[in-house]
């Protein structure tokens, strides 16, 4: 039996772990994204703690992923399943986000910020009309690499409780399965590779013409 004779023989549970793998990483990215990038954006105003916070989003990225669930899992409060899964992975997310908004904001010429002082713009003015459109491609990198990251770690979850792909490839190598292990990677795959071109179509869309020439040369 191939991978694809093992989805049709068990479409309801590779939907039921499909599903739930996605909206697990839906609800990530949410929170991720309101969280991490008034992050960035606080920093890039206050270079004294920049370093410190970004030093401190590679170092958590740097812990395995099985560390952080186990430790978090312990936490009362937490326990096994989905609400120490998505603390976990949003976590996890620190680190691309945070540093994608960072450098975005700080990459932007100095001459146009200089250029809007002059015209009497506020600071916020200037980071909200000026910086911020301005950093979106450099935002938006950082978001493609998150979406790919969360969907690859969220099928660790599966040693916590969570019931998604992670554990078709767990189930796999426990039975020796090759055709349930890869039926599970493909899917994520699929996952991954199916966000990040919706978000790349979404970056076309908000983007201006101007900025995307730039960021392509």
């Known amino acids: ?16 772990y499909t599903l739930n793998h996605i909206s697990l990483v839906a609800v990530v990215l949410f929170f991720s994204l309101i969280l991490w990038i008034a992050v960035g954006l606080v920093i890039s105003r206050y270079d004294r703690i920049a370093g410190t916070i970004i030093s ?17 899992m312990s936490v009362p409060g937490l326990g096994l399943g989905r609400r120490t899964a998505t603390l976990v992975l949003v976590i996890y997310a620190m680190m691309p986000l945070v540093r994608s908004v960072y450098m975005g904001i700080k990459s932007v010429d100095p001459s146009v910020i200089d250029a809007g002082k002059g015209m009497g713009m506020t600071g916020l003015q200037i980071l909200f009309k000026i910086q911020v459109p301005m950093a979106w491609p450099m935002v938006f990198a950082g978001i493609r690499v998150t979406v790919v990251l969360i969907t690859g770690i969220a099928t660790m979850a599966t040693f916590i409780g969570e019931k998604n792909l992670g ?17 599970g990677a493909v899917i994520v795959s699929l996952i991954a590779l199916a966000i990040d071109y919706i978000m790349g179509r979404i970056e076309k869309k908000i983007t201006s013409p101007g900025l995307r020439f730039e960021a392509g040369k």
């Open 1 to 16: 039996m191939n991978f694809y004779g093992f989805i049709l023989d068990n479409t309801g549970l590779v939907l039921e």
């Open 56 to 72: 401190l989003g590679s170092i958590v990225f740097c812990i395995p992923s099985i560390s952080l669930f186990g430790f978090f």
């Open 167 to 183: 554990r078709l490839i767990h189930q796999g190598i426990t039975r020796g399965n090759a055709d349930m292990i890869i039926a």
